[in-house]
């Protein structure tokens, strides 16, 4: 069976509505799901997954979160994710999707397949969204 793994850090919990329903769309869809907050995640537990979903808000200016996610992508090389097709995913608030932009570009630049430009949603996600982040889950893990 394929093994997707999520991985997301949330402060206020709009990221991890995100998250949650990415798992939903990979579980509905068949594959074997792993749905790991951001500080209990590893590289290890990447280079096992077939496909992969990250999930960070916009934070500090237009940054990852830096205390548990942002270790946790420094801590991924090419080993890791070459090849590999990546969602990522996450809330905004007042900027323009900048810290998504960078995000993927990073990501790209260690051979990961990113799926679009990352699905970004400001504050709560909106019923719409949340259908994305869900046809997001079944692509990951078909
Ligand atoms: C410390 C802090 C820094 C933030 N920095 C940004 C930012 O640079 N750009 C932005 O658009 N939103 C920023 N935000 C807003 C959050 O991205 C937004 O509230 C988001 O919905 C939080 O997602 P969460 O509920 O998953 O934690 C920041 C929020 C906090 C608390």
Do not use: H
Not at 39 to 49: D, F, I, L, Q, S
Not at 53 to 65: D, K, N, V, W
Not at 69 to 92: I, Q, W
């Amino acid at each position: 069976m394929k093994k997707v793994l999520i991985v997301y850090w949330s402060g206020t919990g709009n990221t991890e509505v995100m998250a949650k329903q990415v798992a939903k769309g990979v579980s509905d869809a068949g594959a074997e799901l792993v749905l790991k907050k951001a500080a209990e995640a590893t590289a290890g537990m990447v280079k096992e997954a077939a496909a992969l979903a990250f999930g960070c808000p916009a934070m500090g200016a237009e940054i990852l979160e830096e205390a548990e996610m942002e270790p946790f992508v420094s801590a991924l090389s090419k080993e890791e994710l070459d090849g590999k097709p990546l969602g990522l995913f996450g809330s905004y608030d007042w900027g323009d999707g900048q810290w998504m932009r960078d995000w993927a570009e990073r990501m790209k630049a260690m051979g990961a397949l990113v799926d679009g430009e990352g699905l970004i949603t400001q504050l709560a996600p909106t019923e719409e969204t949340l259908n994305k982040c869900y046809e997001l889950g079944k692509r990951l893990a078909g």
